[in-house]
């Protein structure tokens, strides 16, 4: 089946640092991903949906210009938390779907905790 | 808006057990139900669909069945093994297009031998 990749799968940083989250679609062309968030014994929430060529459209409550991302290629988005604090931990994913209406492939997650 | 409520876990079953873990929609239309796994260390894995009602999703033993008229997409299995423990997520999209997924808490299931 189709796969995803995400890097890195485990990131500690320290508070008020950046970190960049990658998506990639390996064997197919994603227009669509998608980010989301997901809490400890919690559900996934959406995060925001990444429109390659154009500008991700985000969940309300969601900060887009904390949680910055970018679609730059049909294969490729990236998640960065800026500035980031200890609430900002969090289990991390992201999914892509090779065509419209297809089956959402997700990658394996990253795990952030901000010291 | 559109939610997914599902079992809360964790579910322990001996090796051979019959599972069932229940999850129910809400949704205006008609959308699409999906069961997804996440082993332990690993992302999402859809382990079946159904697209209409009375659709019957199955893959690896299990099976799901959307019923419209209870709003529920129940997963089954009739024997599980140890492998089966992990992480299992009942989600729908709203509509055929290219949407993100709802879903619902999630259900730890933990399979001993």
């Known amino acids: 089946g189709a796969v995803v990749s995400q890097h890195p799968s485990r990131v500690i940083c320290k508070s008020g640092t950046s970190v960049k989250i990658e998506c990639r679609s390996l064997?197919?062309?994603?227009?669509?991903m998608f980010w989301y968030r997901q809490f400890p014994k919690k559900s996934l929430m959406l995060m925001a949906t990444s429109n390659e060529g154009s500008k991700a459209t985000y969940e309300q409550g969601v900060e887009k210009d904390k949680f910055l991302i970018n679609h730059a290629s049909l294969t490729l988005s990236t998640l960065t938390v800026t500035s980031a604090h200890p609430e900002d931990s969090s289990f991390y994913i992201c999914?892509?779907?090779?065509?419209?209406?297809?089956?959402?492939?997700f990658g394996a997650g990253t795990r952030l905790s901000v010291l | 808006g559109d939610s997914v409520t599902q079992m809360e876990g964790p579910v322990t079953l001996s090796e051979e057990a019959f599972l069932t873990i229940n999850c129910t929609y809400t949704a205006t239309g008609y959308p699409s139900l999906f069961w997804y796994v996440q082993y332990p260390g690993e992302g999402l894995q859809l382990l079946l669909k159904?697209?209409?009602?009375?659709d019957k999703g199955s893959n690896k033993g299990f099976e799901a069945t959307y019923r419209k008229e209870t709003t529920s997409f129940h997963l089954e299995k009739g024997s599980v093994q140890v492998s089966d423990s992990a992480v299992y997520f009942c989600a729908l999209t709203p509509n055929s297009g290219n949407t993100p997924l709802v879903f619902g808490k999630g259900t730890r299931l933990s399979v001993i031998a």
């Open positions: 999914s892509a779907s090779p065509q419209t209406g297809a089956i959402q492939y």
């Open positions: 064997d197919f062309q994603a227009t669509t």
């Open positions: 159904a697209t209409k009602a009375d």
